[in-house]
């Protein structure tokens, strides 16, 4: 479904055949990209391996990397000069003693107090989300350029208008859009849209299919492992 037939199935399904329209398309087009957003939001996000805000520059001495607001969550990090993994540690870390491994072995210590900042240049082992905003902060200072590409999930990259062809989210979804469309168009400020309940009826519909959504997807994404057990 296109983002126009679904403008149309939403003027068929609330029957705005006045003239001039209850709604206009400028308005149904904004409910609509707020729709996808918010499936995103609720949902989890669009995983995303291949997007241009999956790669990220480092240049040498940065302990900052940009990080796009886009991104929802960060599920891996490799270094693009040998591939190898970079932890992805929390700001909530910072105050536990610990570590983290990777899967080649190399670790990450918290020491006593939690992670501790390296003043000194080294590969890019960890990172520490949640310091700054949009921001990664390095756990030392990069010794040399290099590029890290990111396993994420993800907003939409760009606003659905009139003009667009395609949605961003799975086709099974798109129908159900409609639930948070008529959720903001019955709040309207006009006696012949505005609608409290309805507005909140449509609203409760879409979380719980959201919620419906992201269940299945993590589901589909499980892994499941075989367990061995010992001799008693």
Avoid at 29 to 56: H, L, P, W
């Amino acid at each position: 479904m296109t983002p126009t037939q679904l403008k149309d199935l939403f003027r068929s399904d609330v029957r705005d055949e006045a003239s001039p329209p209850l709604w206009t398309d400028t308005e149904i087009f904004v409910y609509m990209d707020d729709a996808q957003k918010m499936f995103c939001r609720e949902g989890g996000g669009i995983a995303d391996s291949t997007s241009a805000i999956c790669t990220m520059q480092v240049v040498a001495g940065d302990t900052y990397i940009d990080y796009d607001p886009r991104i929802l969550k960060l599920r891996d990090l490799r270094r693009a000069s040998d591939g190898r993994n970079v932890n992805i540690l929390n700001f909530e870390d910072l105050g536990h003693p610990g570590w983290a491994q990777d899967d080649y072995g190399q670790s990450t210590s918290f020491g006593t107090g939690g992670v501790k900042f390296n003043t000194n240049p080294t590969a890019i082992t960890g990172v520490v989300v949640g310091m700054d905003a949009n921001k990664l902060r390095l756990v030392a200072p990069a010794v040399a350029d290099d590029t890290l590409h990111a396993i994420v999930y993800r907003m939409p990259l760009e606003d659905i208008t009139a003009s667009s062809t395609a949605f961003e989210i799975d086709v099974q979804h798109h129908r159900h859009l409609m639930n948070w469309m008529k959720h903001l168009a019955h709040e309207k400020q006009d006696a012949e849209t505005y609608d409290r309940g309805r507005s909140m009826e449509f609203r409760d519909k879409f979380l719980a299919y959201c919620d419906q959504a992201k269940a299945e997807r993590e589901r589909r994404e499980h892994k499941y492992r075989t367990v061995v057990y010992g001799g008693l």
